[in-house]
């Protein structure tokens, strides 16, 4: 990926951010105005060098309900994420058992969800963000299903 991409793509991610919280909302959290947060993401030429700073990202992410750009971040070097806006003291109910069945459920609401984002031969921004989530459903029912298996075989 070119740099101005990779830019580019940093952005796109730094706006579903603000957006995420709300623009007055990352406003008050990260003592910037609108102007300055909007050239944080703008495609303008003039701001291709500018970025949030981490410290505001990572306000932000605390308020966001996912964290956009260390996803995005994460993706550009190869790394997968696990992202688990559960209670992280929640108790994980069932075992392995009651995994397979949930790993069933969701695998099959993936499924559904994909045969009716490509019914038209094209899946739009909308649909591409229910499979994303879909998708992430279905990887917190593998983590769930990972850690009842090393904690039975442990």
Same mark, same amino acid.
């Given at each position: @990926?070119?740099?101005? +991409? @990779?830019?580019?793509?940093?952005?796109?991610?730094?706006?579903?951010?603000?957006?995420?919280?709300?623009?007055?909302?990352?406003?008050?959290?990260?003592?910037?105005?609108?102007? !300055?947060?909007?050239?944080?993401?703008?495609?303008?030429?003039?701001? +291709? =060098?500018?970025? @949030?700073?981490? =410290?505001?990202?990572?306000?932000?992410?605390?308020?966001?309900?996912?964290?956009?750009?260390? +996803?995005?971040?994460?993706?550009?070097?190869?790394?997968?994420?696990?992202?688990?806006? /559960?209670?992280?003291?929640?108790?994980?109910?069932?075992?392995?058992?009651?995994?397979?069945?949930?790993?069933?459920? /969701?695998? +099959? #609401?993936? #499924?559904?969800?994909?045969?009716?984002?490509?019914?038209?031969?094209?899946?739009?921004?909308?649909?591409?963000?229910?499979?994303?989530?879909? !998708?992430?459903?279905?990887?917190?029912?593998?983590?769930? @299903?990972?850690?009842?298996?090393?904690?039975?075989?442990?």
């Amino acid at each position: @990926m070119t740099i101005s +991409a @990779m830019g580019s793509y940093l952005k796109k991610h730094t706006e579903a951010l603000v957006k995420d919280v709300g623009v007055e909302p990352a406003c008050d959290i990260t003592g910037k105005s609108k102007a !300055t947060l909007g050239r944080y993401y703008s495609d303008n030429p003039e701001h +291709a =060098d500018r970025f @949030m700073p981490v =410290d505001a990202v990572a306000r932000l992410e605390d308020e966001a309900s996912y964290p956009h750009v260390t +996803a995005a971040l994460a993706e550009l070097k190869g790394i997968t994420l696990s992202f688990d806006d /559960r209670k992280p003291n929640s108790e994980r109910t069932g075992g392995v058992n009651a995994d397979v069945i949930a790993l069933s459920q /969701r695998f +099959a #609401m993936l #499924m559904s969800e994909y045969q009716q984002s490509i019914e038209d031969g094209v899946i739009s921004v909308n649909e591409a963000k229910r499979l994303l989530k879909e !998708t992430v459903l279905l990887q917190q029912v593998l983590i769930d @299903m990972k850690l009842h298996l090393e904690d039975e075989h442990s």
